[in-house]
């Protein structure tokens, strides 16, 4: 018989200076308090895979934190990022089950690890695997362990397939490598990984973004025809309504970061300073504004030399 503890003579008690009855509910007590401790221990849950209905023939494909895009014609099927083996399999499986229509592409939104894993499963397929080139360069450099894209773009490039076809378009530097947005049609529906975010804030201290890229990026998509639909590669669905409030708010931390740093305030100062209540609605507000804040800071002193200004107090002189 497996024991908690080790076995100890029936007339020793457990705890001395106690009589055998306390010293066994002593014990007990403890036995149930470890057992409570292993039970309320976090477990690693398997992410939950859903597909929804975006509009028309577009779909979005959720597992976990992540989603990509698919769109059903009437020659095939086109799949955007894996997101990784597991749940590229498990989409795999559900669109023969569902479509029974070959997957004819698959398209990268970028080249960052967290998306593009398991592409794999979609080349044996018989998927084409279509990226942007600085996409499809970082993936072979890096030997990334994924299928590597077969057809790639410099600016722009058009999927078509059945009566529909994606509108693939590169914006410059933003996050990652060769990130670009997608535009399916004539669902009219645009898809964005990353540098667009709706209800929620972008991710942590912003590592792989660049905050000039985001904003310009996003400008240039608010300039573009309207869309009918967003969709985002992590948080919530929304309209132009949302990303132009998401705009703001990025435009809004930039400046803030910048004016506060022309004006000589480190780092910790800038954190406890900075608050943008028009945007507390937005998930992890609280939680991630200090490190927006933070990444935003980095980009000035990493990309922009902030440190060799003459200009700003207490900088450092070259």
């Keep these: 018989m497996t024991r908690l503890f080790p076995a100890r003579s029936s007339h020793?008690?457990?705890?001395?200076?106690?009589?055998?009855?306390?010293?066994?509910l002593m014990t007990l007590s403890t036995a149930l308090m470890l057992m409570a401790s292993l039970l309320a221990a976090p477990v690693q849950a398997a992410p939950a895979y859903t597909i929804d209905k975006m509009k028309d023939n577009v779909y979005r494909y959720t597992a976990g934190n992540y989603r990509s895009v698919f769109m059903v014609t009437t020659e095939g099927i086109v799949v955007t990022d894996p997101i990784n083996p597991e749940a590229a399999a498990s989409l795999k499986a559900a669109l023969q089950k569902e479509f029974n229509l070959p997957i004819k592409y698959m398209i990268y939104s970028h080249n960052h690890a967290d998306h593009t894993l398991g592409g794999?499963?979609?080349?044996?397929?018989?998927?084409?695997?279509?990226?942007?080139?600085?996409?499809?360069?970082?993936?072979?450099?890096?030997?990334?362990?994924?299928?590597m894209p077969e057809v790639t773009f410099k600016d722009k490039m058009t999927v078509s397939?059945?009566?529909?076809?994606?509108?693939?378009?590169y914006h410059g530097p933003n996050n990652g490598r060769g990130s670009i947005s997608m535009r399916f049609m004539p669902a009219n529906v645009m898809y964005v990984v990353d540098w667009i975010v709706i209800g929620r804030m972008p991710y942590k201290d912003l590592q792989g973004y660049d905050i000039h890229g985001m904003i310009r990026s996003t400008r240039e998509i608010l300039a573009?025809?309207?869309?009918?639909?967003?969709?985002?590669?992590?948080?919530?669905?929304?309209?132009?309504?949302?990303?132009?409030?998401?705009?703001?708010?990025?435009?809004?931390?930039?400046?803030?970061?910048?004016?506060?740093?022309?004006?000589?305030?480190?780092?910790?100062?800038?954190?406890?300073?900075?608050?943008?209540?028009?945007?507390?609605?937005?998930?992890?507000?609280?939680?991630?504004?200090?490190?927006?804040?933070?990444?935003?800071?980095?980009?000035?002193?990493?990309?922009?030399?902030?440190?060799f200004r003459t200009d700003i107090p207490g900088q450092e002189k070259s």
């Design 12 to 24: 020793a008690s457990a705890y001395p200076g106690l009589s055998r009855r306390a010293s066994w």
């Design 120 to 147: 794999e499963v979609f080349k044996a397929a018989g998927a084409t695997v279509v990226a942007q080139r600085y996409a499809a360069e970082d993936i072979a450099w890096t030997r990334l362990p994924t299928a």
């Design 161 to 169: 397939l059945g009566n529909s076809w994606v509108d693939l378009e």
């Design 224 to 307: 573009e025809p309207d869309f009918d639909l967003f969709v985002g590669g992590h948080a919530e669905k929304g309209s132009r309504e949302d990303v132009e409030q998401y705009l703001g708010y990025i435009e809004a931390l930039y400046t803030a970061v910048r004016d506060g740093m022309l004006a000589g305030k480190d780092l910790p100062t800038l954190q406890q300073e900075i608050r943008l209540p028009a945007y507390k609605d937005l998930k992890m507000y609280d939680a991630w504004l200090p490190l927006n804040i933070e990444g935003v800071y980095n980009t000035f002193i990493n990309d922009s030399y902030f440190r």
